[in-house]
């Protein structure tokens, strides 16, 4: 445009002697890549031996050449010796490579995916258009993230006439960040309540400035603003606007300040109801019974009016108004100061269902999703019985997404209309390799491969490999799910195939474990969130223990001396009897399972409560115990406090004989599948051999080694990712510091102790085995599975028998 000005500009002066120019010739300079022809042909005289040439005619003639967008400069000149018209063209210049100087907050690949978008490409034309546009589009981007006082700057290096090369370069600055926030006009709410809700300026703590720093995202502070308006609705203003803001920088843009007019209006008491639409009249009484519960709360705000509004929309959709709208509007009573409030509802149509379809589904049969979905075929359209079904069917853990569709039928003339519901379903990988590496402080690793298949055989049955190899112990298990066992399809079964080795050898004796047996389980749905599993389990148990010819001390001790000093401690030969044999045992295992989490992998919200029992049938079982199992996580997100979740996992595992009865020492704790303080690996030959590695009176004359109570606390503080690795990374990766402490108490009688225990929590007297440990976990799902990394420091440590983990590494990969 500026070009074609400058043109108007100097033409007409040249033309002041006469009206009209005669064009005999016309000669085109400056082509290089663009053809002569391609030119000529823009150029509507040029094959007109004499051409009367005007104002008009120029800006014709430039419009046509450079809307080819193929030249950066064109000239015209005039030559009256032979009457010619001289066209000088400069074309745009190819693109041949494109270098980032200075940018640190967006990388290379990014940078090169906005080329692509703007559609510039290596080897392509370069224009002056294009690279305003780039330019431009980048320095937003800065924007976008709270960087206002980058400088950009190009640099084109000539290579031939028609080739450059391209250099960005990126002056960044500093981050704007907000120094202060002045709300003005708020008589009613003061200015910290209203800047607690604010996500862009930490009001709180603002020390905390310091660490996160409270950068000015126009977006974010877009989202602040609508927090401010909802604060205010909240409380019954609903006049509430923002009359103005003066947003200003510093004169390095490093600094904000904000200045807020707000005007609050009145706080609205609801006198009575006003009930419109186009509903059945037979529903009004009862919608009217709705509104009535909430007469008698005088003063409205806008969570309860959306609760009236949500209880209305139920009422409707169980009536078969699928998709009503609900509008409110505050209105006066006539001749007076008292308010109304006015419900217009618009229902339309009533909608049934025809046929449910599904698609998408390659690798799931039919069946496995419709046992999920609840809205039957030739009944009215629910919605909130839909939205329960994808629920339902995103607990299966075998979709991405899931999308419903409603597919209208043609000529419905009638106020109910026919259409057929379409499940669109994306599967996800369902197959998972699952690779752990952990090293204690002696580097020995400890070794775990899990195999799962979720989708067996297209019905969603599980098939499950678990083993778990270190240099003491070998673990195996082999799992079957098939959901379709029970005419009820609610009901899943399956069974497991288990075996476990455990030996433990040193110069005086050996220890050996093997567990192995066979298991059968059913899964039972109790309600949404809720579920149960029960499982019948037979497993030997075989153990054996070798004593050598001499014991400490280079003393030769027969095996008669070992028995005669075990019965002279009765206690200690109790435990140790029930190892040197062979023991068969049925068990009946019962969980109830309680889930409300909001995501599978990262979680930041809601609740998992597990109860397990496990005991023996005494009657047909070697042995008579019982064990319980308690498990309780809960996340929570403290979005007025920097986005920071936390979590919490408090695991308490109990053991008790029945009648009477001893308890063999790899039914306690040790051996079993059980959460473990991070860093500490227990070995549970360390706590056996305690009995027999010394004859020490005073030692073999404390209580049990073994304990009946095992409670672990887990807590953790996830660091919000966006913060450290910025918004895209929020969902793909967490960073957590974690403290986890454990203890034990050895007899059912401590229970009474407990709280006492926490007091005096390194008095051994009532709790031992105290472990504490912290450290760093990050998590990342990448395209390989879910990589997690963990580093521990060990804090806490009550027992020179304590093997320890201080990194521990695992890969779950999908496929």
């Known amino acids: 445009m500026n070009i074609f000005i400058l043109i108007l500009i100097i033409i007409p002066r040249y033309l002041k002697a006469e009206d009209n120019i005669i064009i005999k010739n016309v000669c085109i300079e400056g082509l290089y890549r663009i053809s002569k022809d391609y030119v000529i042909s823009k150029i509507p005289f040029y094959y007109i031996k004499e051409y009367k040439i005007d104002n008009n005619n120029i800006s014709n003639l430039f419009n046509s050449i450079i809307s080819t967008k193929h030249f950066s400069h064109m000239k015209l000149l005039y030559n009256e010796n032979n009457s010619s018209l001289i066209i000088k063209l400069i074309e745009n210049p190819i693109i041949i490579s494109v270098d980032f100087i200075g940018n640190k907050l967006l990388n290379n690949d990014f940078l090169k995916k906005i080329f692509i978008e703007k559609e510039l490409y290596i080897n392509d034309e370069l224009s002056n258009n294009k690279l305003f546009n780039l330019i431009s589009l980048i320095s937003n981007l800065y924007k976008s993230i709270g960087n206002y006082n980058v400088k950009i700057e190009t640099d084109l290096l000539n290579i031939s006439p028609n080739k450059v090369k391209l250099k960005i370069i990126f002056n960044e600055g500093k981050s704007s960040i907000i120094k202060s926030i002045s709300i003005n006009g708020n008589n009613n709410i003061k200015s910290n309540k209203i800047l607690n809700k604010f996500k862009s300026f930490n009001n709180r703590l603002k020390f905390m400035n310091l660490i996160l720093r409270s950068v000015y995202i126009e977006k974010n502070f877009e989202e602040d603003l609508d927090k401010m308006k909802s604060l205010y609705e909240e409380n019954g203003y609903f006049d509430f606007i923002i009359k103005d803001k003066k947003i200003t920088f510093s004169e390095d843009k490093s600094k904000v300040f904000i200045n807020l007019y707000i005007y609050e209006g009145n706080k609205y008491s609801i006198n009575d109801f006003e009930l419109v639409g186009d509903f059945d009249s037979c529903y009004y009484d009862s919608l009217n019974n709705i509104l009535n519960k909430y007469l008698h709360k005088k003063v409205f705000n806008i969570k309860k009016i959306k609760k009236i509004k949500n209880e209305i929309k139920d009422f409707l959709i169980s009536k078969g108004y699928s998709f009503p709208m609900i509008n409110t509007k505050i209105v006066n009573i006539d001749n007076t100061d008292k308010k109304k409030l006015k419900f217009n509802i618009i229902c339309n149509y009533k909608f049934n269902v025809r046929n449910i379809l599904i698609s998408g589904n390659n690798n799931t049969l039919d069946k496995v999703i419709r046992r999920e979905i609840y809205q039957s075929e030739f009944s009215t359209l629910n919605i909130n019985l839909i939205c329960d079904d994808v629920d339902r069917l995103n607990k299966l853990k075998l979709f991405k997404k899931i999308d419903v569709k409603t597919i209208s039928l043609e000529n419905n003339i009638s106020s109910t209309k026919l259409v057929d519901l379409l499940f669109d379903i994306s599967e996800m990988n369902t197959s998972g390799f699952k690779v752990g590496l952990s090293l204690n402080e002696n580097y020995n690793p400890n070794i775990k491969l899990d195999f799962i298949k979720s989708n067996f055989l297209c019905k969603n049955s599980l098939i499950s490999l678990i083993i778990n190899y270190n240099k003491d112990k070998a673990n195996v298990e082999f799992i079957i799910s098939d959901p379709y066992f029970f005419n009820d399809e609610r009901i899943k079964s399956g069974s497991k195939i288990f075996y476990s080795s455990f030996l433990k050898e040193n110069e005086y004796y050996s220890l050996l474990n093997i567990n192995y047996g066979i298991s059968n389980f059913i899964n039972l749905p109790m309600y949404n969130s ?286």
Request: aromatic fraction near 20%.
């Open 530 to 815: 809720f579920w149960s599993d029960y499982e019948l389990i037979f497993h030997i148990n075989e153990t054996k223990v070798n004593y050598y010819d001499y014991f400490i001390f280079d003393e030769v001790i027969s095996l008669s001396f070992l028995k005669d000093f075990f019965l002279d401690n009765e206690e200690i030969y109790n435990r140790f009897l029930p190892i040197l044999n062979k023991s068969y045992d049925f068990l009946f295992f019962a969980s109830f399972n309680y889930d409300s989490l909001n995501h599978n992998i990262f979680p930041t919200n809601g609740k998992k409560f597990t109860l397990n029992c496990k005991s023996t049938l005494p009657l047909i079982s070697d042995n008579k115990y019982y064990i319980c199992n308690i498990t309780f996580e809960n996340y929570f997100t403290n979005l007025d406090f920097m986005n920071l979740t936390f979590f919490n996992k408090t695991q308490i595992y109990s053991i008790c004989n029945l009648f009477k009865k001893n308890i063999p020492f790899y039914n306690y704790f040790y051996l079993d599948k059980i959460d473990l303080v991070r860093g500490f690996k227990e070995d549970p030959s360390d706590y056996v051999f305690e009995c027999v590695n010394y004859i020490d009176s005073s030692i073999l004359e404390r209580d049990n080694i073994f304990s009946d109570i095992k409670i672990i606390i887990k807590n953790e503080l996830c660091i919000p990712t966006e913060t450290l690795l910025g918004y895209k990374y929020n969902n793909i990766a967490r960073l957590s510091y974690f403290m986890d402490f454990g203890f034990e108490i050895q007899s059912k009688k401590e229970i009474d102790n407990l709280l006492e225990s926490f007091i005096n929590i390194f008095e051994y007297e009532y709790m031992r085995h105290v472990h504490l440990s912290t450290g760093l976990t990050f998590r990342i799902a990448s395209s390989t599975g879910l990589i997690n990394f963990s580093y521990i420091i060990p804090i806490l440590k009550c027992s020179p028998y304590e093997k320890m983990e201080k990194f521990q590494f695992s890969i779950n990969k999908k496929w």
